[in-house]
């Protein structure tokens, strides 16, 4: 997907589609991203359901990731907060956590107001969704565009923390490209394999072999990579033999 800014006024959810980048192909939430585009420019009414399929789609897939799924009967706002609640919303390390914390809620509680207000205008105003009076009133693109707006900047921020977790702590489903600096470790202790005139990479083959093997050999490149940059800290000092 190109990330190219909106041309001839044309809305595109650069939010989404830059963040929806950083992370595995997932061709079924690249379609609904084009498909809100192009109800905004053809049939406004649809882009009020497809924002909130959206929205929906993305947490489902962070909650699927980290081993954590979706109840078939929550709504919308509520698969809103069990995917922020399981999202770590804090830098590392803050000077001021309390205050830090206090401020996230307060963008928090407004993500979630905004959620209920897209499934409200859904619910009212989202033809796909309930069969309508042929002449009842009706939603223009402008009020379209807000849903559409909402859900690219929830989208955006949710999906982008999640894949900064994962590329630090792999979740429940891992994803090969997201681990390239253990790929090129483990390639180049292994060495390749040779089948015939063919040469696969090894971390591949693990990946796609043995899906525990990976992640456990991965999650022990990861214990040690971190264990020797805790133990290369500024300012601590390691022990003086025989002290």
């Avoid at 044309?10 to 830059?18: D, Y």
């Avoid at 498909?35 to 897939?61: G, R």
């Avoid at 429940?172 to 253990?182: I, N, Q, S």
């Amino acid at each position: 997907m190109s990330d190219a800014p909106a041309t001839n006024g044309k809305f595109q959810m650069a939010g989404c589609r830059t963040a929806i980048l950083s992370g595995p192909v997932a061709e079924s939430i690249e379609q609904q991203i084009r498909a809100i585009e192009n109800a905004l420019e053809s049939v406004p009414d649809f882009a009020f359901d497809l924002s909130k399929t959206l929205v929906e789609s993305v947490c489902k897939t962070v909650l699927a990731d980290i081993g954590q799924p979706a109840d078939p009967n929550w709504d919308c706002p509520r698969i809103v907060k069990e995917t922020t609640n399981r999202l770590s919303l804090l830098p590392r390390d803050h000077p001021d956590p309390a205050r830090a914390r206090e401020s996230v809620e307060k963008t928090l509680r407004g993500l979630l107001q905004t959620i209920q207000g897209l499934c409200e205008l859904r619910n009212q105003h989202g033809m796909a969704s309930h069969g309508r009076d042929a002449h009842a009133a009706r939603m223009d693109v402008r009020q379209a565009t807000l849903a559409a707006q909402a859900a690219d900047t929830i989208v955006s921020f949710l999906y982008r923390i999640h894949r900064d977790a994962l590329s630090q702590t792999p979740g429940a489903r891992v994803y090969y490209e997201d681990h390239g600096d253990f790929n090129q470790d483990f390639d180049e202790k292994a060495g390749p394999i040779r089948l015939g005139t063919l040469e696969l990479q090894a971390s591949r083959v693990l990946f796609h072999a043995d899906r525990e093997a990976y992640k456990a050999a991965l999650n022990e490149f990861i214990a040690d990579r971190d264990g020797e940059a805790e133990d290369e800290t500024p300012g601590v000092a390691a022990p003086e033999a025989g002290a």
